[in-house]
T-cell receptor, first 114, second 117 residues
Framework: AQSVTQLGSHVSVSEGALVLLRCNYSSSVPPYLFWYVQYPNQGLQLLLKYTTGATLVKGINGFEAEFKKSETSFHLTKPSAHMSDAAEYFCAVSGGGGGNKLTFGTGTQLKVEL | EAGVAQSPRYKIIEKRQSVAFWCNPISGHATLYWYQQILGQGPKLLIQFQNNGVVDDSQLPKDRFSAERLKGVDSTLKIQPAKLEDSAVYLC???????????????FGAGSRLTVL
């Protein structure tokens, strides 16, 4: 079965600092990978996705993620954090050996401090 | 386009009572999903519909949970009787066609928060 591990349930950064949220997946074949963001009392919103092709994927709000097959990772980054980035971020995987089911990680709560 | 609509947004019930949640997906979306999100955990798929047929309900606790999408449009998720551990946010999502493949993005509603006392 596929799984996703997000390292760090809480991450705190200063405004303007680099954001790095870690995601590792397990899959026997290259999967599809997603990052979703959830603001308080809202549903999940797609930030970006990796399907095939270019391993560096750019998303909304200045976020990007790089698919590294050798490390089975799909870390999310943003060069400069903004207060509005404070939210919970979920990495998710589908395809590969798990069929079409979308499996989520446990989430990382991002806090941005002045 | 209008998003995925869910109601009610909040519900508080006593254990052993019943509750129902409603979802109206984006118009034209054939696939509808119900997810359960327990505090501190990622969303977990409960059931997936393709039009009015069930594609995957392997993680639905069928002794107490039921869901239907009779006309292939809106859907209802019911819990009867509720347990304390059912306290969670119930998220509905829809997509144009089946499966969260690379060409198939899920759009989520705001969720229905259930508290079981």
């Amino acid at each position: 079965a596929q799984s996703v591990t997000q390292l760090g349930s809480h991450v705190s950064v200063s405004e303007g600092a680099l954001v790095l949220l870690r995601c590792n997946y397990s899959s026997s074949v290259p999967p599809y990978l997603f990052w979703y963001v959830q603001y308080p009392n809202q549903g999940l919103q797609l930030l970006l996705k990796y399907t095939t092709g270019a391993t560096l994927v750019k998303g909304i709000n200045g976020f990007e993620a790089e698919f590294k097959k050798s490390e089975t990772s799909f870390h999310l980054t943003k060069p400069s954090a903004h207060m509005s980035d404070a939210a919970e971020y979920f990495c998710a995987v589908s395809g590969g050996g798990g069929g079409n089911k979308l499996t989520f990680g446990t989430g990382t709560q991002l806090k941005v401090e002045l | 386009e209008a998003g995925v609509a869910q109601s009610p947004r909040y519900k508080i019930i006593e254990k052993r009572q019943s509750v129902a949640f409603w979802c109206n997906p984006i118009s034209g979306h054939a696939t509808l999903y119900w997810y359960q999100q327990i505090l501190g955990q990622g969303p977990k798929l409960l059931i997936q519909f393709q039009n009015n047929g069930v594609v995957d309900d392997s993680q639905l606790p069928k002794d107490r949970f039921s869901a239907e999408r009779l006309k292939g449009v809106d859907s209802t998720l019911k819990i009867q009787p509720a347990k304390l551990e059912d306290s969670a946010v119930y998220l509905c999502a829809s997509s144009i066609h089946g499966g969260p493949s690379g060409a198939n993005v899920l759009t989520f509603g705001a969720g229905s928060r259930l508290t079981v006392l």
